[in-house]
């Protein structure tokens, strides 16, 4: 069966973005390839792992509690094959650190219909074989060299030992001589049988998965690594000569300190909780209340609960998903000593007592394991109430956990962060039409507030991985739930939307354009210009319904005021409510009489002819080394002789397995395989590629040696590709703009909105200066010293500013215009107090006169708005031509 189509969220595929970029530079820069490429891409130190052969790299992807790691690792796994081990038959060993989530990630990496093998199945297609240790230990050697080998398993059941030093049985079986592997071990070379443990007085390898996975140079991930980092841990990898380790978690090791044995991982990229938001993966923000009484705590937690599934029968009448609202109640464990404690069995007879069905109730700890028997996603489930202590079944995940409700007066944040992820995660990934729903919920027996917020701040930060900045914004008082029953039918009438020469129907064409969801909630009164609005609106909606009256000057204000009525606000509330939209114009181009957003395919014919290219050129852009030995030898400026790591991998792997003999139309086809051209047609791909490697030829290099380095040649044809299609972006881009400047315009119908739920960045500003006009209330990727921070200090201080946001590059939610070969993201963009946008892009004085196709588009902008945008590019410190730009 087809596996289930998934698109990767946006700063998942930047992270593995990043992933790829590093491996690439690795595998280019040569000996010491780890630790350059690591400074290249981060700035900072490389930490070698302790014990692996020095040279390994070792990196860490850093996604907070509900971001998605596993997809990611899936993923990862086609990107090291290709840009590192330069193999199609890579073996992983995927470590995670327990038995349950083992289960579940096995079970997800089988299923041809699961989203993770759909990410194996891109790159290796039916050619992957899933085992698990068990199933390792007697696996073929078709199933080990035969495309992608992923071996699932804990680290403890691969150590020889256990923690008091012990002999571990289990994990003993991974370095004995087993039959079932005898196969693997035929016909290796004496270098291959060298590297290998040897069966004492026989002269043959330990047929052991062991020797196995040395043999095959695994690449290793480790799921949740904080929690194999240990010296034992490190020594078991060590004994599988891993090529490369990525650590997947929330929560890396950041202290260095090896004589304590600490560790630091070095994070390659940082996903911030505003990515996952905007993204719509978390629920946020986590309403907090507290009481010193624990049984008004749970009443509290009760009624917040009956509130939210009235919402989310509304949302399945209105939408057709299905939500089942859940308590999490943390109980506090037993003690012979203290008859007073809240446990398990007294929060459970107190739901009881208050009506509860028992069959509604599950209790997960101690002896009791209720969750085993109940699927709590299956509508003909009844459970609503979860009791446990400590944590959960592990590996147990369910999106329906909307409240947690802890009755312990004095509760850890290590205690907390053990259930507190699990009520962040947002059902299907997609924001609700209720904002109740896109809220997490927290009831906390506490006589101080204050105290509480601290420990679920902290239990974000230590336990969910989160910016301990970005946790400050995420918990907050809960106020009125701001949703009932009657609230749904209740309708609310908007004051004069729009001037009264509009006519009617221009503003009854644009509400028809708007979802269904929202436009069926939706009444237009020609005679009052007036808007009735069923229900409580969500800021989604309000967004939408501002977007579609953009052309109307009044209209953004009376949907704010509406908004606020259909929500029970008062309209005197806090200002995050009162601001004006913040609309920001697109540049749109007239394409055949249709006003159309700019984009590359207005001047670019798609699909390109490549195969119309000249390919001749390849012969002065590759140049053989072949390296006939397995690594590449270099002396350091300290005099030590070094192995270029990825070399030697390289030619490890490739001596395991024997490739059948190599065509013209194989070479071509793989070459192709593994460059990404979404422009272009396989067949034109092809028909270039085989052009180019004849070129070759008749420059005199023979065709075995060409595919004997055929990583090398795709690594060359790839960047040839890339150059071409650079020079063919630049050259199309000029001349549209020589001969069709008439035709750029900006309209209302095309134009983005910024807004705190969608506002994405990677690292928040944590600077001493207080800004008091940004948009939100976190500023995003903002240095807190430099001249770019000057500018931003500069506007924030300008009568004439009334809002601005820091503008963040490589969102799909930030203002972007259109260069030959990428989107230009300005820095800033500003509202002013006349209603006019202006953008502005700093630019250092060494960097400024490189940048002139960034002010040419941005001028292209502004002319295009007759007067209603404006842009500029201010240098050196030069922060009056802001002011000048907005008097002309």
């Given at each position: ?20 970029s590093y491996l690439r530079d690795v595998n280019n820069i040569g000996a010491d390839g780890a630790n350059l490429a690591f400074y290249k891409s981060t700035n900072l130190p490389y930490r070698h792992a302790p014990v692996i052969a020095e040279g390994t790299p070792y990196v860490c992807l850093r996604i ?32 995670v650190p327990s038995t349950p989530i083992l289960e579940q990630t096995v079970s997800a990496l089988k299923n041809p219909e699961h989203p993770y093998r759909a990410a194996l199945a891109k790159d290796f297609g039916r050619n992957v074989s899933v085992l698990t240790k068990a199933e390792a230990l007697a ?45 693997h071990f035929s016909g290796l070379t004496e270098a291959q049988e060298a590297a290998l443990e040897q069966v004492e007085g026989a002269g043959r390898p330990v047929a052991s998965l062991s020797n196995l996975l040395r043999l095959h140079r695994p690449m290793v991930i480790v799921d949740e690594a904080h ?662």
């Amino acid at each position: 069966m087809a596996a289930t189509n998934f698109e990767l969220k946006e700063y998942q595929q930047t992270a593995l973005d990043r992933f790829r970029s590093y491996l690439r530079d690795v595998n280019n820069i040569g000996a010491d390839g780890a630790n350059l490429a690591f400074y290249k891409s981060t700035n900072l130190p490389y930490r070698h792992a302790p014990v692996i052969a020095e040279g390994t790299p070792y990196v860490c992807l850093r996604i907070p509690t509900g971001g998605g790691k596993t997809v990611m690792g899936a993923y990862a796994v086609g990107i090291a094959a290709q840009e590192f081990l330069e193999v199609k038959n890579p073996m992983v060993l995927w470590l995670v650190p327990s038995t349950p989530i083992l289960e579940q990630t096995v079970s997800a990496l089988k299923n041809p219909e699961h989203p993770y093998r759909a990410a194996l199945a891109k790159d290796f297609g039916r050619n992957v074989s899933v085992l698990t240790k068990a199933e390792a230990l007697a696996m073929s050697r078709a199933d080990a060299e035969g495309g992608a080998c992923i071996i699932v398993s804990t680290i403890q059941s691969f150590r020889r030992e256990k923690d008091n030093g012990k002999p571990n049985e289990e994990g003993l079986k991974v370095y004995q001589d087993a039959g079932n592997l005898m196969d693997h071990f035929s016909g290796l070379t004496e270098a291959q049988e060298a590297a290998l443990e040897q069966v004492e007085g026989a002269g043959r390898p330990v047929a052991s998965l062991s020797n196995l996975l040395r043999l095959h140079r695994p690449m290793v991930i480790v799921d949740e690594a904080h929690n194999a980092r240990t010296a034992l841990s490190f020594d078991t990898l060590a004994r599988f000569s891993p090529s490369l380790i990525l650590e997947l978690t929330a929560t890396p090791q950041t202290e260095h300190k090896p004589a304590r044995d600490k560790h630091a991982s070095n994070i390659l990229y940082s996903v911030s909780a505003a990515e996952l938001k905007a993204e719509e993966m978390i629920k946020m923000p986590i309403k907090l209340t507290t009481d010193a009484n624990w049984q008004k705590t749970i009443g509290g937690a009760f009624d917040c609960r009956e509130a939210l599934e009235e919402a989310a029968k509304a949302e399945e009448a209105e939408t057709g998903e299905y939500i089942r609202p859940i308590i999490l109640f943390q109980a506090q464990s037993a003690s012979s000593t203290d008859a007073t404690r809240i446990t398990y069995d007294k929060v459970e007879q107190h739901l009881i007592d208050r009506g509860i069905p028992e069959a509604e109730i599950a209790v997960h700890t101690g002896p009791r394991k209720d969750l085993d028997a109940h699927d709590i996603p299956d509508p003909e489930c009844r459970i609503r109430y979860i009791i446990t202590v400590s944590k959960l079944k592990e590996g147990w995940d369910c999106p329906f956990a909307y409240v947690l409700c802890s009755v312990a007066e004095q509760v850890s944040s290590t205690a907390i962060e053990q259930v507190l992820g699990r009520v962040l995660r947002m059902p299907k990934a997609q924001r609700k039409h209720r904002d109740a729903l896109n809220q997490a919920y927290a009831f906390v027996a506490s006589k101080s507030f204050d105290a509480t917020a601290q420990q679920l701040k902290d239990g974000l930060v230590e336990g969910a991985g989160f910016n301990k900045m970005e946790a400050d914004q995420i918990v907050s008082p809960q106020g009125d739930m701001g949703y009932d029953a009657a609230a749904d039918e209740a309708e609310h009438e908007s004051e004069p939307l729009v001037e009264d020469e509009t006519p009617a129907q221009e503003v009854e064409e644009a509400i028809a354009k708007l979802p269904a969801s929202v436009r069926n909630r939706v009444v237009y009164d020609p005679a009052k210009r007036s808007m009735t609005y069923k229900g409580q609106m969500s800021r989604e909606s309000k967004n939408l319904i501002q977007l579609a009256l953009a052309k109307s000057p009044k209209a953004n204000r009376a949907i704010d005021r509406l908004y606020a009525k259909s929500n029970n606000f008062q309209l005197s509330a806090s200002q995050d409510e009162e601001k004006p939209a913040f609309i920001v114009p697109l540049l749109g181009f007239r394409k055949q009489g249709e006003l159309q957003l700019f984009t590359k395919e207005h001047f670019l014919d798609l699909p390109w002819r490549l195969d119309k290219c000249e390919p001749s050129d390849i012969a002065s852009r590759f140049k053989i080394v072949d390296e006939s030995q397995s690594g590449e030898i270099d002396v350091s400026d300290k005099g030590k002789v070094e192995i270029d790591f990825a070399k030697r991998v390289q030619g490890e792997l490739s001596a395991v397995v024997q490739e059948p003999a190599w065509t013209m139309p194989r070479l071509a086809n793989f070459i192709d395989s593994g460059i990404r051209h979404p422009d272009i047609t396989k067949p034109s791909a092809i028909i270039f590629i085989t052009k180019a490697i004849e070129a070759l030829i008749a420059d005199g290099h023979d065709f075995d040696l060409l595919a004997r380095n055929k990583h090398h040649l795709r690594r060359s044809m790839a960047q040839f590709i890339a150059d071409l299609r650079g020079e063919r972006e630049a050259g199309n881009y000029s001349a549209l703009f020589a001969t069709n400047a008439e035709d750029f315009a900006i309209h209302s119908d095309l134009a983005m909105i910024f807004d705190e739920q969608t506002y994405a960045f990677n690292q928040p500003y944590a600077g001493a200066t207080k800004f008091g006009k940004h948009y939100t209330p976190l500023v995003g990727d903002l240095k807190p010293t430099g001249e770019e921070f000057e500018c931003a200090v500069y506007l924030d201080r300008m009568d004439e500013v009334r809002f601005w946001i820091r503008n963040v590059e490589g969102k799909k939610t930030s203002f972007w215009l259109q260069l030959p070969h990428q989107k230009f993201y300005p820095d800033f963009v500003a509202m002013l107090t006349d209603g006019r946008i202006l953008a502005v892009e700093y630019k250092g004085g060494h960097l400024y006169d490189g940048e002139s196709e960034k002010r040419n588009i941005g001028d292209v902008w502004a002319d295009a708005s007759d007067g209603k945008c404006l842009f500029c590019m201010p240098t050196e410190r030069d922060f009056g031509l802001i002011n000048r730009t907005i008097d002309s």
